[in-house]
DNA sequence: ACGAGGTCCTGCGAGC
DNA sequence: TGCTCGCAGGACCTCG
C-alpha cells in the first residue's frame, strides 16, 4: 500500500512529466473524486502542463501551469503509471484515469479497489490542506522535539499515533510495525508513556526505515507499483510486517500478530519489543 | 478528548 | 464446483 517511500518512488518516476502538456482525459469512475466533479476535473487537465510533479506525505502533487494541483492519493491499491505503450495485461485493467502526455506517452491512475481518490486544488486551498499534515520524516528540518511533544500529547497507542498524519506524516501499517521493532517498542504503549530513551530511537528508526525504502522502491505485497509499473524490492527486508508466526530475526521467538490497535494488523515480538 | 465502530471498494480465501 | 461471507485497510465520519 503506498506509503511515503511507495509515494515518494512514483513521484521520481514520474519527473518526465515536468515541463509536458497532458490530453485527451478519459475518466472510467468518479467515485475517486473528491471535491471535484468529472466535467471540472477534464477540462482543468485537458491542455494543462505540468509544472512540477512532486510529494507531501501520501499524496501525489501534480502542479499545473493554472495553478491548480491534481492531488491523488493512492491509499489501498492506487498506482500512478508513466509509460510510453499502452498498458497490457495486468495494469490494463482497473484504470481509472488516462491522460495523454505530450511526446507520446500515457499516464495512467489504476486502482482496483478505488479507495484512492483525486482532488483538484487551487494554491490557497492547497496551503490550507497541507498545513494540516505533519512534519515529512526525511525532511532535514524534520525536528526531535516537536516529535516528542507531539506523541507527549496523546494517549493514544504509539503504533496509532505515529500513524496519525496530523503527527507525522507518511506512515503507514507496514512502516509504522517495522519502525516500532527496529525501536524496540511495544506498538500498544500509549504514545504519551514512552521511555525517555524511547522517543529518540524511534525518530532514528522511522528515518532508517523509511530510507531504506526508499532506496528499494517501495514494499510491494500485492498491488503497489512504481512509476513505471515495476514491483519495490523492501518486501524482502521487512522484520515484522506479514512475517506472523514466523520467528524474530533478532531473538527467534515466534512473532505475534494482533488487531487490537485501531483493527490493524500489527506484528510484534513480544520480547524484543515487550513492556518491561 | 477519547475509543469504538461504520463507510468507501473489490478481490481473495475460507468454509460449507 | 459454486456459492456466501468476512477480511484487507487509510482517511474520514459519527456516536456515546
Same mark, same amino acid.
Request: net charge positive.
Given at each position: 500500500?503506498?506509503?511515503?517511500?511507495?509515494?515518494?518512488?512514483?513521484?521520481?518516476?514520474?519527473?518526465?512529466? /515536468?515541463?509536458?502538456?497532458?490530453?485527451? %482525459?478519459?475518466?472510467?469512475?468518479? =467515485?475517486?473524486?473528491? &471535491?471535484?466533479? @468529472? +466535467?471540472? #476535473?477534464?477540462?482543468?487537465?485537458?491542455?494543462?502542463?505540468?509544472?512540477?510533479?512532486?510529494?507531501?506525505?501520501?499524496?501525489?502533487?501534480?502542479?499545473?501551469?493554472?495553478?491548480?494541483?491534481?492531488?491523488?492519493?493512492?491509499?489501498?491499491?492506487?498506482?500512478?503509471?508513466?509509460?510510453?505503450?499502452?498498458?497490457?495485461?495486468?495494469?490494463?485493467?482497473?484504470?481509472?484515469?488516462?491522460?495523454?502526455?505530450?511526446?507520446?506517452?500515457?499516464?495512467?491512475?489504476?486502482?482496483?479497489?478505488?479507495?484512492?481518490?483525486?482532488?483538484?486544488?487551487?494554491?490557497?486551498?492547497?496551503? /490550507?490542506?497541507?498545513?494540516?499534515?505533519? %512534519?515529512?520524516?526525511?525532511?532535514? =528540518?524534520?525536528?526531535? &522535539?516537536?516529535? @516528542? +511533544?507531539? #506523541?507527549?500529547?496523546?494517549?493514544?497507542?504509539?503504533?496509532?499515533?505515529?500513524?496519525?498524519?496530523?503527527?507525522?506524516?507518511?506512515?503507514?501499517?507496514?512502516?509504522?510495525?517495522?519502525?516500532?521493532?527496529?525501536?524496540?517498542?511495544?506498538?500498544?504503549?500509549?504514545?504519551?508513556?514512552?521511555?525517555?530513551?524511547?522517543?529518540?530511537?524511534?525518530?532514528?528508526?522511522?528515518?532508517?526505515?523509511?530510507?531504506?525504502?526508499?532506496?528499494?522502491?517501495?514494499?510491494?505485497?500485492?498491488?503497489?507499483?512504481?512509476?513505471?509499473?515495476?514491483?519495490?524490492?523492501?518486501?524482502?527486508?521487512?522484520?515484522?510486517?506479514?512475517?506472523?508466526?514466523?520467528?524474530?530475526?533478532?531473538?527467534?521467538?515466534?512473532?505475534?500478530?494482533?488487531?487490537?490497535?485501531?483493527?490493524?494488523?500489527?506484528?510484534?515480538?513480544?520480547?524484543?519489543?515487550?513492556?518491561?
Amino acid at each position: 500500500m503506498p506509503e511515503l517511500p511507495e509515494v515518494e518512488t512514483i513521484v521520481r518516476d514520474l519527473q518526465p512529466l /515536468t515541463g509536458r502538456a497532458l490530453s485527451n %482525459p478519459r475518466l472510467s469512475h468518479t =467515485d475517486v473524486l473528491r &471535491g471535484v466533479t @468529472a +466535467a471540472r #476535473l477534464k477540462a482543468s487537465l485537458d491542455g494543462a502542463r505540468v509544472r512540477r510533479v512532486s510529494r507531501r506525505a501520501k499524496h501525489v502533487v501534480m502542479e499545473l501551469d493554472s495553478g491548480l494541483r491534481a492531488i491523488v492519493q493512492p491509499r489501498m491499491t492506487g498506482a500512478l503509471i508513466l509509460s510510453d505503450a499502452p498498458l497490457s495485461g495486468e495494469h490494463a485493467g482497473y484504470a481509472v484515469l488516462t491522460l495523454d502526455v505530450e511526446g507520446g506517452a500515457r499516464l495512467t491512475y489504476r486502482d482496483v479497489r478505488r479507495l484512492g481518490t483525486i482532488s483538484l486544488l487551487d494554491a490557497e486551498a492547497w496551503n /490550507t490542506y497541507t498545513s494540516r499534515i505533519g %512534519p515529512e520524516p526525511l525532511a532535514n =528540518d524534520f525536528d526531535i &522535539g516537536a516529535f @516528542a +511533544a507531539a #506523541l507527549g500529547g496523546t494517549r493514544q497507542a504509539i503504533k496509532k499515533a505515529i500513524m496519525d498524519q496530523r503527527l507525522i506524516a507518511g506512515v503507514g501499517n507496514i512502516y509504522a510495525n517495522e519502525a516500532l521493532f527496529v525501536a524496540r517498542i511495544d506498538p500498544s504503549r500509549p504514545a504519551n508513556r514512552l521511555a525517555a530513551h524511547d522517543v529518540p530511537r524511534l525518530y532514528r528508526a522511522i528515518r532508517k526505515i523509511l530510507d531504506a525504502a526508499v532506496r528499494s522502491k517501495g514494499t510491494t505485497v500485492r498491488d503497489y507499483r512504481t512509476g513505471t509499473g515495476q514491483r519495490g524490492a523492501f518486501q524482502f527486508k521487512l522484520k515484522v510486517y506479514d512475517r506472523a508466526g514466523r520467528p524474530c530475526v533478532r531473538c527467534g521467538t515466534w512473532l505475534s500478530t494482533t488487531h487490537a490497535i485501531d483493527g490493524r494488523q500489527t506484528t510484534f515480538c513480544w520480547r524484543c519489543q515487550g513492556d518491561a
